[in-house]
């Protein structure tokens, strides 16, 4: 199959289910019961539409505050990427975009880490060793000759060895991340609920991870299973031990760090029956914390990030804009995005 996912299963890291990632439509149940409505909506939909943010009065004000959280060191002209801190006295996320050598090819890492329980210290961490790990996993090996399951498993291995060298922190993390290898592969990996959605040009969007929802039943069981409790607190939110609201992350030593992996491959037609998805040159992709898909839709981020494309906005503009809107949402929380053109 053209896309796929690692299965979830701690005994068996090469087993693979196809018919996965869902669309907006297709859901898998992943993707429809956040469609139906977002945790924090404080204000209309319609602040995610770019004139109404555009038709703020006060246009200095408004560049003044998108040159604040758009980071004007990332220099890969295809890649924007913002942080705002919001209501929160700490800045807690920590994001990436890099280039790597895999395989004797370039390849490029973009990844979005929501710190929590210690100021942003594991998220930290994992934004400066995560890439170079991964990256040296294979040694001399040739791109031809690395399989999806050689990349997939280096991954979770990553991932596990994030969580040991973290160990003596008190808190953790999230992490969404993509890798995209030379021959057009691209591999993303989800741990907690930060996301990473796929912006297609023919009117279709694809979520790529999986949110680890504590009231999701087969993480609550799995949470359970481990002598662990889930306490709901209001609507939507659940909290692992009554503390956090992500039943996967790296660093606390309560919650697996095992991520979700979905690869898809460059210029495959999309046939979710068959389990394939593809993408191509001028789609997009959208890396977040939940403190942007806590106030808004994939739908609302992508209608967005179209509505940016045709008032002529660059891939950093796109990123501060979210970000920005996230806030005008009445986000409560870090908001962190990474906007990758392919």
């Avoid at 907006?24 to 909506?41: D, F, M, P, S």
């Avoid at 979520?207 to 993480?219: G, K, M, T, V």
Wanted: aromatic share 8%.
């Amino acid at each position: 199959n053209s896309s796929s996912s690692i299965d979830d299963d701690n005994n068996n890291q090469e087993k693979y289910s196809s018919g996965w990632p869902a669309s907006g439509k297709l859901a898998g149940q992943l993707i429809t019961a956040v469609e139906e409505g977002v945790k924090n909506r404080k204000k209309t939909p319609g602040i995610f539409q770019i004139g109404n943010i555009d038709a703020v009065e006060n246009k200095a004000l408004l560049q003044e505050r998108l040159e604040t959280i758009i980071d004007a060191e990332i220099k890969l002209p295809n890649v924007g990427a913002a942080g705002n801190q919001g209501g929160r006295d700490e800045m807690e996320d920590s994001h990436v975009v890099c280039e790597l050598t895999i395989g004797g090819k370039e390849a490029f890492f973009y990844g979005v880490f929501d710190g929590h329980g210690d100021e942003g210290n594991v998220a930290e961490y994992l934004k400066v060793n995560l890439p170079g790990l991964l990256a040296s996993k294979w040694g001399n090996k040739e791109l031809t000759e690395l399989t999806d399951g050689d990349i997939t498993n280096a991954i979770v291995e990553s991932c596990f060895e994030m969580e040991r060298a973290v160990v003596d922190i008190e808190g953790g993390s999230t992490a969404t991340f993509v890798l995209q290898v030379g021959d057009g592969r691209l591999y993303t990996a989800n741990v907690g609920d930060s996301r990473t959605v796929l912006m297609k040009k023919d009117d279709n969007f694809y979520q790529l991870s999986e949110d680890a929802d504590p009231l999701n039943s087969r993480f609550a069981k799995r949470i359970e299973k481990m002598n662990h409790t889930v306490v709901q607190k209001g609507a939507m939110k659940g909290y692992v031990n009554g503390k956090v609201a992500v039943a996967r992350d790296i660093g606390l030593s309560f919650l697996s760090p095992r991520p979700k992996i979905t690869f898809i491959d460059r210029d495959v037609e999309t046939d979710l029956t068959q389990g394939e998805l593809g993408y191509s040159k001028g789609d997009y992709l959208v890396l977040a914390c939940d403190g942007l898909w806590d106030v808004a839709t994939n739908n609302e981020v992508y209608q967005a990030i179209w509505q940016m494309e045709e008032a002529g906005k660059n891939v950093r503009q796109m990123a501060g804009y979210l970000a920005f809107g996230a806030q005008m949402h009445k986000s409560r929380d870090n908001v962190t995005v990474v906007v990758v053109k392919l």
